[in-house]
């Protein structure tokens, strides 16, 4: 006699698929707080994301003063000697 292969249904495949989303999904939000982490912590770093990629420093800018927090942006570009937009 011989063996069928098991075969996968439709709940099997959805149920597999909602998992890899969650997981995905998690490791999104870890890695997305873990940038806002250090951004938050290090005016070094901000400037290596305002040297290589800007729109993610004026991101977190716009998030900051959205939520009503210190003036960051202000005094990282008097620091650096960068002349501001606004």
């Known amino acids: 006699m011989k063996k069928e ?3 996968t ?3 099997s495949l959805l149920g597999t698929g909602i998992k890899a989303v969650l997981v ?3 490791l999104g939000l870890v ?3 873990g940038l806002w982490n250090r951004m ?3 005016q070094d770093f901000r400037l ?3 040297t290589y990629c800007p729109p993610v420093l004026e991101s977190y800018y ?3 003063e959205m939520l009503g927090s210190l003036p960051t942006k202000k005094h990282d570009y008097d620091k ?3 002349a501001r937009d606004k």
Do not use: D
Request: hydrophobic share 35%.
């Open 5 to 7: 292969p098991k075969r």
């Open 9 to 11: 249904n439709f709940r």
């Open 24 to 26: 995905l999904e998690g």
């Open 31 to 33: 890695a997305t707080y």
């Open 40 to 42: 938050n912590n290090s």
């Open 48 to 50: 290596k994301v305002y």
């Open 62 to 64: 716009l998030i900051g």
């Open 80 to 82: 650096w000697g960068v």
